[in-house]
């Protein structure tokens, strides 16, 4: 069983930068592929960045690439998304997930675990 809490949303103006933190509690926290999500009001969820058990392999949405940086510190439990460059339109909700697994996917299905949220709003 794990269980996820995000931190680290707010308001912030387009262009800037907000750091997402989720700690995560477990013992088997480290075998688990993590991924970020984001649902917009009306629209389904949908998949940011993910990275593996060991952090040597990150995955990004096209949307996201070049300015997201997915990380993860596996002795303190926490994954992080460092997101730059911001544009109002990825106001959102923002959702950290494990999936019981060592290959990353992008379906929100195939993640077993979810935390709360946490809101990113993004101002023009």
């Known amino acids: 069983q794990v269980q996820l809490v995000e931190s680290g949303g707010g308001l912030v103006q387009a262009g800037g930068s907000l750091r997402l933190s989720c700690a995560a509690s477990?013992?088997?926290?480290?075998?688990?592929?993590m991924g970020w999500f984001r649902q917009a009001p009306g629209k389904e969820r949908e998949y940011v960045a993910a990275?593996?058990?060991?952090?040597?392999?990150?995955y990004y949405a096209d949307s996201v690439k070049g300015r997201f940086t997915i990380s993860r510190d596996n002795a303190k439990n926490m994954v992080y998304l460092q997101m730059n460059s911001l544009k109002p339109e990825e106001t959102a909700v923002y959702y950290c997930?494990?999936?019981?697994?060592?290959?990353?996917?992008?379906?929100?299905?195939?993640?077993?675990?979810w935390g709360q949220g946490t809101q990113v709003t993004v101002s023009s």
């Open positions: 997930a494990a999936r019981r697994d060592y290959a990353i996917a992008t379906p929100p299905a195939l993640y077993d675990y």
């Open positions: 990275i593996t058990w060991s952090g040597g392999s990150t």
């Open positions: 477990g013992r088997t926290f480290s075998s688990y592929v």
